[in-house]
């Protein structure tokens, strides 16, 4: 286990299980260690718009050309992941046509193919846009998956002889000599999957060279190595409506601003965003007026916004970074180009480069570029093909047969389920039976849970972000217990237990972003199956006492039920044994 | 042609149903609006009264301010709730001073339950005494409730009878061997195990449980089978899966089922259930929707008719009509889109809480949208929950507050409408989830709603005659 590795990538996000990917297939000897889940940081916090480049045509045209091209890339070799839902950049009469103008040569300039409608035509394919808007430019913008896009990145690199580790924190850089040669880790409980109440372990793991692609904690990481890098997190907020009001991404077309873009994902609509720096990545406010900012502003582009049921909102934290000495104040002034920050060039510290900056549209020319930059350091030859080799769930896949006979559930829930596991469907689903549904809002089955339990242990939110089990309009308050239960397959009841308990608070953080109208109903319905009708929070198993179950009631005829015993049962101590048997 | 009455009770659930029956027996006429199925259904079917007097304060103040990203929240910070309560009536005095059982007082928990218990006879257990009964819940513990249906009461966790939990391997509900062990681990004093078997695999992998009573009900084959020997030979084979600390084997005395053992033939299906395994057989009450929560609406709404109270459903009441003197004349009910008023001298609104759609809220507020009553509650919503989903939250404590006439009041305290009444989860001030009260408080402020309007409109109609006569 301690043999070096070639190469330690740091952070589970877009771009370190792109890295991590790209190292394996060509041949070097790679581990990917991550703090949390796979996306737990900013990659699963994103609205999930796979970009065309409009956004940025008419600001950063270089980012604009990568973007296209790396949109093409991805609906190539990862179309399990992304929907084409197409995009558009709308003009309310409020907003400049001067840089309506700027923004169709901008596309044009770049390469992106763009058609202009009417707003009668906009609405007739988007009807619940505003009758106010007046034109639009249409894009091939999409809707990626970036927790379906992590996972099958880092599986492929398991495939080629990765070693993968979540739950696995760096806490701290070994330096000897003068150069990085390694990291040690704190495993949460013990090296491979997560299992809940097994120990955690500490390991030292050794190699000739680590990448640093943490993103926003990338200054963190610095430190460890003693070395400054000057990332700038800012935080972003997200909210989640409980269907899909727009069926594609929808652009506000001005030049930049909060609350300006709508994207459909799956069975919701994904509002953002906002754009505020922050000190730690991990520590900031949530704060309300971000969410009624999102409603109240994408509601002059979709009207019905502002009486829709929103199911939860979220936060992402940006890996913004810009090179010493620009001093910008404002983070939306600052670029979302990536760097490479040699660390032997900068900081005379070799064995160490990070990446900051950056977007999840760009990961995978990311992770080319910097895995071309270790291949260089460790001088070994090899040939990229990331951007040819479909990622797995994408290879040789083009038709949705129906599965409704093949797998025994209904057709739309096999339909949901093939969707979402692309050209693995048939490992998954092939041989679980009885194949009940276990998340009913999402359409997610037992075959689906327990791939996910077999890939990541215990930890319910690493099968929650593969399967979307627990994302729907319920929010677990139906399937929390369901999902839980699955795991008794393979584990004891305790690591249930706490598997199912972290899972419903994660569940419960987003929905207090989304406390009024129908999701406030939503939730106390929630409070009373889980409280009153399952007793989750009165448990005696989770209370210090012992319970005196002979002073409660055990039928007509005992001793308890007639009342002999004191009132907080300490004198009935024979009551209730035999009942009235 | 006028619609009136003496007593008009808007709301269709437990609470609407035992004020509206104990006004009739007042002497009322009544009538009773509702809008939609009512929330039994989705209920339990236990009646608790008072299991827990839950914590109020964290132990330290989780945080000042928005909530923020990263904080995790440790429930072990939460101190342990008083509980669970043998006895329900002791408690009364700890819960806080708004709690409905405070303000109303522990007789009228009494008066409701023992209207409860003439409603449904021999239907539900618990009556003999005024202690809590432990019964095991499908999340795998076990919790007080004050009354239990019959199908439930061999179930009892105050017992050391050896038991088996059942499970389906096509229900994902629960899994019965983690279900067996959570019980041990809140140290049940009787041996347990749970087995996983199939049989309602033969219907189809995600069909209803109601198609699984149905066809125990009608004990139809299932593969050439009937259902009920189907399911008795699937479970037969683990009546001696108990093993206890020496290795020996103990034989289940009782087996504890999903509640769907049968919807109109159900204790018919538990005794040949008991027969074919020579153990008592219990049903553990299930989340929604629930068959022990249907049959109870069905109990009561024939309760109804017995009583005379006149009953429609479907129809919103969408607002009132006042008087001059600060009195509600008539509430307005939407039928198929036509605004009718319905006269009466008292009202009692048991529209429901913040599931049933009783108690509304947006962005800006929170409030009862038939009657507007008053619903107090924190102008900022960030204030509306604190942030461990099983804490203090402000938000299941939302709702009317009332008098101890069970009248609501107003921002000032004082009583809204003379003659209108609140019952049920419209009712704020309990936390019902944490506290295991949800049965408890509709019963106790149902019965008092409903003799209050009661006798409210029998003095209406004598100050009415005196005003006749002395024209």
Known sequence: ?581 | MAIDSDVLVAGGGLAGITAAVAAAREGADVRLVSYKASTLRQASGLIDALGYVPPTEPAKALREGPPTAGRGVDPDEWPDPDGPLADPFAAIDRLPADHPYRVLGADALRDGLALFDDLVGDAYGGSHTDRNALVPTFGGSVKPTARYPRAAAAGLASDDTPTLIVGFRSLTEYDARAFADRLTAAGVPFPVAGVEVEFAEAFRADAKITRTARALDADEPIDGTPAREALSKAVAPHLHDIVDGDGGVDRVARVGFPAFLGDDHAAEVRADLADRLGADVFEVPMGPPSLPGLRLEDRLYDALDREGVRFETGNPVVGVETAADGRVDSVTVSRKGREVPYAADAFVVATGGLVGKGIESDREGVREPAFDLHVPHPDDRYEWFVDDAFGEQPYARFGVRPNGRAQPLDAAGEVQYGNVFAAGSVVGGADVAREKSASGVSLATGVVAGVEAARTAAGAETTDAATEASQ
């Open chain 1, 1 to 581: 286990m301690n043999e070096a590795a070639d190469v330690i990538v740091v952070g589970g996000g877009s771009t370190g299980c792109g890295v991590v990917r790209d190292l394996a297939r060509r041949g070097l000897d790679a581990v990917l260690v991550e703090k949390g889940n796979l996306t737990h940081g900013t990659t699963g916090r994103m609205h999930g718009l796979l970009h065309s480049g409009g956004r940025y045509a008419v600001s950063d045209r270089k980012s604009a050309r990568e973007c296209i091209e790396e949109n093409r890339v991805l609906r190539d070799i990862a179309s399990h992941c992304v929907e084409e839902t197409g995009g558009m950049f709308v003009k309310r009469p409020e907003d400049d046509e001067e840089y309506f103008q700027e923004k169709l040569e901008g596309c044009r300039a770049c390469d992106i193919p763009v058609e202009v409608i009417d707003g009668e035509e906009a609405r007739r394919r988007e009807p619940y846009l505003a009758r106010d808007v007046e034109k639009a430019i249409v894009v091939p913008d999409a809707a990626v998956d970036p927790f379906r896009l992590c996972v099958a990145n880092a599986a492929d690199a398991h495939e080629h002889g990765a070693r993968i580790e979540t739950h696995a924190e760096v806490v701290d850089v070994l330096i000897e000599d003068g150069a990085v040669v390694g990291v040690a880790v704190e495993h949460r409980s013990g090296p491979g999957k997560r299992v809940h109440r097994k120990p955690g372990t500490r390991e030292e793991i050794r190699a000739d060279y680590v990448v640093n692609a943490t993103g926003a904690w990338a200054g963190q990481l610095g430190d460890m190595a003693g070395v400054d890098v000057e990332v700038r997190p800012s935080k972003g907020v997200m909210t989640v409506m409980n269907t899909r009001q727009v069926d594609t991404a929808i652009n506000r077309c001005r030049p930049k601003g909060d609350a300006d873009i709508i994207v459909p994902h799956e069975t919701a609509c994904i509002l953002g965003t906002t754009d505020e720096e922050v000190t730690d990545p991990e520590d900031y406010p949530e704060e309300e007026w971000e969410v009624d900012l999102m409603i109240e502003t994408l509601s002059e582009l979709v009207p019905v916004l502002k009486e829709a049921r929103t199911l939860r909102s979220f936060w992402g934290v940006r890996p913004l970074y810009e090179p010493p000495g620009t001093g910008t104040d404002d983070p939306t002034d600052i670029t979302r180009d990536y760097f490479l920050l040699d660390h032997d060039e900068r900081d005379d510290l070799p064995g160490m480069t990070s990446i900051v900056g950056g977007k999840l549209t760009t990961y995978r020319m990311m992770a080319e570029s910097i895995t071309d930059h270790v291949c260089e350091k460790l001088d070994h030859e090899a040939t990229c093909d990331t951007a040819e080799a479909p990622l797995p769930g994408s290879d040789d896949f083009s038709v949705l047969r129906d599965y409704m006979e093949e797998f025994g559930v209904r057709s739309p829930i096999g339909r949901r389920s093939v969707q979402r596991l692309g050209s693995r469907a048939d490992d998954v689903l092939n041989g679980t039976d009885p194949n009940p549904v276990v998340c009913e809002c999402e359409g997610v089955t037992r075959a689906e849970v327990q791939d996910g339990i077999d890939a990541a242990g215990s930890d319910l939110n690493a099968v929650r972000i593969r399967t979307r089990a627990s994302m729907g309009n319920c929010q677990g308050g139906f399937c929390t217990h369901r999902i839980a239960a699955e795991l008794a397959q393979q584990y004891p009841e305790p690591v249930v237990r706490d598997a199912e308990d972290e899972l419903y608070q994660e569940r419960w953080k987003g929905q207090r972003h989304a406390l009024w109208g129908r999701q406030l109903s939503q939730t106390m319905l929630n409070h009373l199956l889980h409280a009153t009708t399952m007793n989750r929070d009165g448990d005696p198993a989770g209370l210090d006492g012992d319970v005196a179950f002979d002073a409660f009631d055990a039928g007509p005829g005992t001793d308890a039920a007639s009342g002999t015993g004191s009132p907080d049962g300490t004198a009935a101590t024979d009551g209730g044994v035999d009942g009235d048997r």
